[in-house]
């Protein structure tokens, strides 16, 4: 496959060195077009201007001459523009547009041996001291060529085949056509960048909602549902609010537009349909917005009432106009499941003591009360009988306090261990 890079257009210009002041000598080569400089500064335009030539140029030369230095300056302006051009570039104007400020190519003694198609006679009769600079330029083609080159091959598959390996990553997003770039420019800032307060007001204003299509417009929040949400929640519900309302006033200058083509008598058909499929996509947008109000509400609200709520209808109101009937509704009916509901009372079960947690640490039990034993019992033969086992004697009674024991403290505590 061959493929275009780029047109080069060469331009001849042809200049001679002579009195600035008057010119009576007739050129001898290529007349000039559009016009003859006769001063050290001036323009000189191309052919039919400001008709294209050479295509697809739309250009004026200007010529200046610097008495002081010596030296002329050549540049063109592009048609309705202020960017500018040196002869190196001329042969990529078309990309003229991207360019800033003018930009222009300064003629010396030692640049102009350089330039080959730019020739220069000098008329010794003329004194020193009135040798000026002016050039007659003469627009002319001398080459227009298309340099191609040569892609490698490349081996191009089946479509059956690039069906079978899927679809494309790299191609996944897609666009359409392109529009004008003074449209698209245009709308992108605001895209971006978006309208002002004193504009967006203005617009919406403009576009009324159609009397019989008040739906079209953002519903209204309940009364009943405001008073019951937190400041926060309803602050969030207007702002969604306000972009409903910038919303309807699309949709209503679109319908406008619509319901003349369908009125007229003659219809354009393909344009009726994309305006008609554009307005359904904005209807749903602003039904989607109503329903994102509504999730956001009610989950703020009681769960009995949530069920009531959703199967609520969509109108000039976010829950309906009815909704103090739905909430009568609802509170009635909850009412009644709680008293038909069964109350089951507990039943009391006895508790099983937990025993006590062992004591830790140093801790000694309080001794225990001292219990008089019980008296036997006198022996009975018989055959189930058997004969009680005595119990142990009782220890001694402790001898009362004496020099004795207390001159003895080791034994004593000997004792005791």
């Known amino acids: 496959m061959l493929r275009c890079l780029q047109t080069l257009i060469l331009i001849t210009i042809v200049a001679e060195y002579v009195h600035a002041y008057e010119i009576d000598k007739e050129h001898q080569g290529p007349q000039p077009c559009g016009g003859r400089l006769k001063g050290p500064v001036g323009t000189i ?7 294209p030539f050479p295509v697809p140029i739309k250009c004026k030369w200007i010529i200046e001459h ?18 500018g051009l040196t002869f190196t ?22 640049n102009i041996t350089r330039i080959k198609w730019l020739q220069v006679n000098e008329l010794k009769s003329v004194p020193e001291r009135d040798k000026r600079f002016t050039l007659y330029i003469c627009f002319s083609i001398l080459l227009m060529m298309d340099i191609t080159q040569q892609e490698p091959d490349v081996i191009h598959l089946d479509g059956d085949v690039l069906k079978i390996l899927g679809e494309d990553p790299s191609a996944s997003v897609k666009f359409g056509p392109e529009i004008h770039k003074e449209l698209a420019s245009r709308l992108t800032r605001v ?31 309940n009364l009943e549902i405001k008073a019951a949400l937190l400041e926060p929640a309803v602050k969030r519900d207007k702002g969604i609010e306000a972009k409903q309302k910038q919303m309807a006033s699309a949709i209503s200058g679109l319908s406008v537009i619509i319901n003349t083509l369908i ?14 499929d554009i307005c359904r996509i904005l209807c749903d947008i602003q039904h989607g917005d109503s329903i994102t109000r509504r999730n956001f509400i009610l989950f703020s609200l ?14 000039t109101f976010l829950f309906g106009e009815n909704l103090s009937d739905i909430l009568k509704t609802a509170k009635a009916v909850n009412k009644t499941g709680t008293e038909l509901k069964v109350s089951s009372s507990s039943k009391s079960v006895p508790k099983k003591q937990k025993p006590a ?7 000694r039990a309080p001794p225990q009360a001292y219990r008089e034993p019980s008296r036997a019992l006198p022996y009975t033969a018989g055959p189930a009988s058997a004969a009680p086992t005595p119990r ?17 403290p080791s034994q004593r505590f000997q004792r005791r261990r």
């Open 45 to 51: 335009t191309t052919p039919n201007f400001p008709n």
């Open 66 to 83: 610097d008495t002081v230095n010596g030296t002329i300056s050549i540049y063109f302006t592009q048609q309705y523009t202020t960017s």
């Open 89 to 110: 570039e001329y042969m990529y104007y078309d990309e003229s547009y991207k360019l800033g400020e003018r930009r222009a190519l300064t003629l010396t003694d030692e």
């Open 191 to 221: 895209a971006t960048e978006g309208l002002g307060k004193g504009t967006r007001r203005e617009l919406i204003s403009k576009y009324l909602t159609p009397a019989n299509c008040s739906q079209f417009d953002a519903p209204n929040l």
């Open 263 to 276: 009125t007229s008598n003659t219809k354009d058909t393909e344009t009726l349909q994309k305006l008609v």
């Open 302 to 315: 009681k769960n009995y009432i949530k069920n009531h709520l959703k199967s609520t209808r969509i109108d």
């Open 357 to 363: 947690p062992a004591k830790a640490g140093n801790y």
């Open 392 to 408: 142990a004697p009782p220890p001694p009674p402790r001898p009362a306090h004496s020099s004795r024991m207390s001159s003895q």
